[in-house]
C-alpha cells in the first residue's frame, strides 16, 4: 500500500476552508482506498507552517498514477494551486505490521 500525504498552506487573507473543499474535490478519483483533507491543529512547538493535509491510501502505484491522471485531479490543482502558498508531497510505502 502506498501513503500520499501532502501538505499545504494557504497564501495570506485566502480563507483557508474555501482551499480544504476545493481539496475535498479529489475524493470523487475512484481509485483511493482511504481518501481525507484535514486542518492541521496547529499544535507543535516548533512548527505550524502547515494549514491541510491530504492523505491518501492505493493498492499499489499504478492506483496512485490513475489517480493524479484523473481529469478531476487537473482541475482541482488548477483551482487550488492560485490559493495555495506552500505545498509537500511525500509518496511512501506503508510498513508491513
Keep these: 500500500m502506498i501513503r500520499h500525504i501532502i501538505f499545504f498552506s ?45 492523505y491518501a491510501e492505493f493498492e499499489n502505484e499504478a492506483a496512485l498514477h490513475a489517480y493524479k491522471a484523473d481529469p478531476i485531479y487537473g482541475q482541482t490543482t488548477a483551482n487550488v494551486r492560485p490559493m495555495r502558498e506552500m505545498r509537500f508531497s511525500a509518496d511512501v510505502i506503508a510498513a508491513d505490521k
Design 10 to 54: 494557504v497564501k495570506p487573507g485566502t480563507d483557508v476552508e474555501t482551499v480544504r473543499e476545493g481539496l475535498m474535490n479529489l475524493g470523487r478519483i475512484p481509485h483511493s482506498s482511504h481518501f481525507e483533507v484535514t486542518l492541521n491543529r496547529k499544535l507543535d512547538l516548533y512548527e505550524n507552517e502547515v494549514d491541510i493535509v491530504v
